[in-house]
């Protein structure tokens, strides 16, 4: 994916790690982001990785504020080894609406987009706090869901550097692993979703409503069948139940066939 490119200043080798180094990164991003608890984490496992691996001194991500007007600063972020607190508290303090600045800039297009100077850069209003803790050289990177961007990621180098297309493959492919995170975590929270409002139903619900698998595992137990049936009904064997809740045919001798109870007619299919 070509970079748009912002002309400026252009000294210095551009960082172009390995093919090894590559593949590398994209195995160690995929694993640890696969493990992040949620898109912060997973954002800073990218940020992180991409800055020790390929020489970036600063990484940090923009998102869409709840009414999707502007991008804000995220709390994902990294810093090597200079102390760029300044930059960050600038960032932290901005807020940039679609085509304003790097991360408004990539928002737009959904492109990568490489900018060789960022103090002599007219679309960069971060260009004086760059220039006191002598950042140059920034990329920034989309990171999609869909067609839709989700968040903006952008590095910072100090010195001013030329666009390195290869480069900026290698951390959109990075990027590209958060897509995945995003989806099973939507996905998680749908599911929670729905099971709290499952759960709010049957707690309500006077009727005692009792799920078993064909196994005979119970997998709802609602709080009317705990009333009706007692706490312990769930760790009772469905083979057991006649015995434990003193169930009888007609001659009050026999115990009920378990075979023939409705719960274990459900469970073999029958109606």
Not at 94 to 102: A, E
Request: hydrophobic share 40%.
């Amino acid at each position: 994916m070509k970079p748009e490119n912002t002309t400026g200043l252009s000294t210095g080798p551009p960082i172009d790690p390995s093919r090894e180094e590559q593949i590398s990164l994209l195995q160690t991003v995929t694993m640890e982001v696969a493990g992040a608890a949620d898109i912060s984490a997973a954002l800073e496992v990218v940020l992180r990785r991409v800055c020790e691996k390929t020489g970036w001194a600063f990484g940090q991500a923009w998102v869409p504020s709840d009414d999707g007007k502007v991008l804000r600063c995220g709390p994902a972020w990294f810093c090597g080894e200079a102390d760029l607190t300044e930059f960050r508290a600038a960032s932290e303090a901005s807020h940039f609406p679609p085509g304003t600045g790097l991360p408004g800039r990539v928002w737009v297009s959904r492109q990568p987009a490489w900018i060789e100077d960022v103090t002599v850069d007219g679309n960069f209003p971060r260009n004086q706090a760059a220039s006191k803790v002598g950042l140059k050289a920034a990329v920034g990177i989309p990171i999609l869901s869909g067609d839709r961007v989700i968040a903006v990621i952008e590095f910072f180098v100090q010195k001013a550097r030329e666009q390195d297309a290869q480069l900026v493959d290698v951390i959109t492919a990075v990027a590209a692993q958060l897509d995945l995170v995003m989806e099973r975590k939507h996905a998680e929270q749908e599911l929670s979703r729905t099971n709290e409002i499952l759960h709010s139903i049957l707690s309500s619900m006077a009727d005692a409503v009792i799920v078993a698998d064909k196994q005979g595992n119970f997998l709802v137990f609602n709080p009317a069948a705990e009333r009706m049936f007692g706490r312990g009904g769930t760790q009772i064997p469905t083979s057991e139940w006649s015995r434990h809740y003193g169930l009888y045919l007609p001659d009050r001798v026999t115990l009920f066939p378990s075979d023939q109870m409705p719960l274990t007619r459900s469970i073999c299919g029958e109606e």
